[in-house]
């Protein structure tokens, strides 16, 4: 029986680009290494189990620039390493000591996962686990998009050619990643404000998502609400958010994620364990932190929290995805009566709910994906770009302004918590739109200087850092980020104008700064419109 639907499940892997090669331990550069050993080690291994069972699977996903950059970086994935090691090092203590504890099953589990972790990473490949997700790309099983060069917030940038930069640059680094252009892309936050599609059009994507209003709110009014495709008028292709499909598994007080069964993410032997027996795994500056090892479930609202059954999550787990699944079935089914085309229901999320916030999560996705091959046919799962190939001509509309962020616009990237950093951004884009003009054609150390400050610009511009603040976590260390980024680009700036640019200092930032090796500054001196 031929399918009623089709369900686009998009995942985001992000995270900021920290890399601190001037001290010997980064508290936050274990954001990176959590999301390697809890999400995408998981997704891999999930790929493969699927893979070798023979269910053909369709996801799409997001890989950023940061990100890639990070996990290519030789530094980081020695650090990963060692961290690794230190969390198997920890594991097998606590085998030890929960010899005759109900906790003893789980300890084995950590440890079984941990050395998983260490064989994928290091043992399968090579240390470079970005060749896992190419393989399964190319595949068939995965689509890989890409993203705005560090995640700036595009609404928010005066100048196109900021926009453009952040394009360009995330369009590169896929290139360089994965040996050929991206089909489409994940605009930072889902962040859009009309004619950026114009830049995307000249970059060769083909298509973006908005969050369900930058749809709903179109002109024209959309035909299909957001279960379809549409064209923006530059002909590069725009899909809506699907509202129910993501609080089932976004929300944790009413979605899957926050049933009482699942693991408890806030109780970690981090900081419940004496304080000596944790030391050696904790935060560098002594302060307890996440180890990753976790014995408890939800339980309930209460601090009181019962012991983590895997069996019984397990089982909540597969209900879960039969009741999403269940849902999906309905929703075409329902649709199907209005439309004269198949509906698409766009799913998207951010990869490091799965496993790092929502221990469950990707089995909560392998038992979807299974159920979905075995168990029905109304609905399959595809990649927005399939569904393009299926459907080559669409309402034309305008998308509204829009994110996914708080109340839905740029109020959580734009408040008094860091409202301060965009006058810094403004006038150090604006100057290196100057000297990208004035400048074309460098050479030697200039050209250097005139790269390393499009670099500062584009890490000053993280969304990260403006989104860190107005949550008050990290506070002091995003504050930091813009102003040293904005610091180092004036620096050079001044350099470059009195023609007087120190080369030792330029060296160290080139190290210390070091993504995006193939930059070039010139990319600001391009107008929306030249090729």
């Known amino acids: 029986m031929k399918e009623k639907g089709y369900l686009s499940i998009v995942l985001h892997a992000h995270l900021p680009y920290v890399r601190h090669p001037e001290y010997d331990d980064f508290i936050e550069e274990r954001w990176l290494f959590e999301a390697i050993t809890e999400t995408y080690i998981p997704l891999i291994e999930m790929f493969r189990r699927l893979r070798n069972e023979g269910v053909n699977f369709r996801i799409t996903m997001s890989i950023t620039p940061t990100l890639a950059n990070m996990l290519k970086d030789e530094l980081l994935q020695d650090r990963y390493l060692k961290h690794i090691e230190k969390l198997i090092e920890l594991a097998e203590k606590e085998v030890n000591r929960t010899q005759n504890s109900p906790f003893n099953r789980l300890a084995r589990m950590y440890c079984d996962e941990f050395k998983r972790a260490r064989h994928v990473f290091a043992g399968e490949y090579n240390r470079n686990i970005l060749n896992a997700f190419k393989e399964y790309q190319d595949a068939g099983f995965l689509e890989i998009i890409t993203c705005g060069a560090t995640h700036g917030f595009m609404p928010l940038m005066i100048d196109p050619e900021s926009v453009k930069a952040q394009v360009r640059v995330g369009v590169q680094t896929y290139q360089e990643v994965f040996g050929k252009k991206p089909s489409g892309i994940w605009l930072p936050e889902c962040g859009y404000k009309p004619y950026d599609d114009k830049i995307l059009k000249e970059e060769g994507i083909k298509y973006f998502l908005v969050d369900t209003h930058g749809i709903l709110f179109a002109h024209p009014r959309p035909r299909y609400g957001v279960y379809s495709s549409y064209f923006c008028s530059s002909g590069v292709a725009v899909f809506g958010r699907d509202v129910e499909s993501s609080k089932s598994v976004w929300s944790a007080a009413e979605g899957y994620p926050g049933d009482y069964y699942y693991r408890e993410f806030y109780r970690d032997v981090g900081f419940d364990l004496d304080y000596e027996y944790v030391r050696p795994y904790i935060n560098p500056d002594g302060s307890r932190g996440n180890t990753g090892i976790k014995y408890y479930r939800i339980t309930g609202s209460t601090p009181h929290k019962e012991p983590y059954d895997i069996d019984r999550a397990r089982d909540k787990t597969s209900e879960h995805a039969g009741n999403f699944m269940f849902n999906r079935q309905k929703q075409v089914e329902y649709l199907a009566n209005f439309m004269d085309r198949k509906p698409i229901i766009v799913a998207p999320y951010d990869a490091e709910l799965f496993g790092h916030w929502w221990f469950e999560g990707p089995m909560f996705l392998e038992f979807l994906i299974k159920k979905i091959h075995y168990d029905q046919s109304d609905i399959k799962l595809i990649s927005p770009v399939d569904y393009l190939k299926k459907y080559p001509r669409n309402q034309i509309l305008k998308p509204s302004f829009s994110s996914w962020g708080w109340k839905g616009y740029s109020e959580f990237w734009l408040n008094g918590a860091n409202d301060w950093v965009y006058r810094h951004l403004h006038k150090a884009a604006q100057r290196m739109k100057k000297l990208a003009l004035e400048n074309r054609g460098a050479a030697g ?87």
């Open 445 to 531: 150390l200039r050209r250097r200087a005139l790269n390393q400050m499009a670099r500062e610009l584009l890490l000053a511009q993280s969304s990260d850092w403006a989104f860190i603040m107005k949550t008050a976590t990290h506070v002091e260390y995003a504050q930091r980020r813009v102003k040293e980024h904005i610091f180092r680009f004036n620096r050079l700036y001044s350099e470059v104008v009195n023609n007087n640019i120190d080369e030792i200092y330029l060296d160290v930032l080139e190290k210390r700064d070091n993504l995006f090796a193939n930059i070039d500054f010139e990319v600001y001196a391009m107008s929306v419109g030249e090729f």
